[in-house]
C-alpha cells in the first residue's frame, strides 16, 4: 500500500505549520511529511509522530495516522509541531535522573516550555479555532 496524497490537506498542514513558526516566533524552519513505506506491518508500526534534528532547521511529521491513514485531527497536528519546534528552543539537557547523569531530550524545561509554547498558539486567532 502506498502514501495516499491528499494535497489540499498536506497545503493545509503547511499553513498551520507557517502559522505555528510566527507566533512562536521562530523563522527559516521547513517541514516534510513522513512518508512511510508500509502502514501498520512491520518495523513501520511505531507510533512516531514525528522527528527533528538539532541543527537543522527541518521539522518532519506524519501528517495521518500510523494505520488507517486518515487524516490527523487537526489539533494533534498542532501540538505535534509544537513538540518539534520546542525541541529547537530548549536542547537537550544532562539531568540528574534515577540516581545517574542522562542526556534527556524530554527534561522537565522541555515539558514547561512546550506548555508555554501550546497555550500561547491556543490564544492566536487563527490557530486557537482548532483547539477545543
Ligand atoms: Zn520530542
Not at 527559516?28 to 512518508?35: C, E, H, I, S, V
Not at 539531568?95 to 514547561?112: A, S
Not at 497555550?119 to 477545543?132: A, P
Amino acid at each position: 500500500m502506498s502514501d495516499i496524497v491528499d494535497p489540499r490537506y498536506e497545503a493545509f498542514v503547511e499553513h498551520l505549520f507557517q502559522r505555528t513558526c510566527l507566533v512562536l516566533d521562530m523563522r527559516g524552519f521547513m517541514l516534510k511529511p513522513l512518508r512511510r513505506r508500509l502502514r501498520g506491518t512491520g518495523k513501520y508500526r511505531t507510533l512516531m509522530y514525528g522527528y527533528t534534528r538539532i541543527g537543522v532547521r527541518e521539522i518532519t511529521i506524519d501528517f495521518y495516522t500510523p494505520k488507517t491513514m486518515k487524516p490527523r485531527k487537526t489539533d494533534a497536528i498542532l501540538r505535534v509541531i509544537c513538540h518539534e519546534l520546542t525541541h529547537h528552543q530548549s536542547p537537550p539537557r544532562v539531568c540528574w535522573y534515577k540516581g545517574r547523569f542522562m542526556r534527556m531530550d524530554h527534561h522537565p524545561r522541555f515539558w514547561r516550555k512546550y506548555k508555554k509554547n501550546v497555550e500561547c498558539i491556543s490564544k492566536d486567532d487563527i490557530l486557537g479555532q482548532y483547539f477545543s
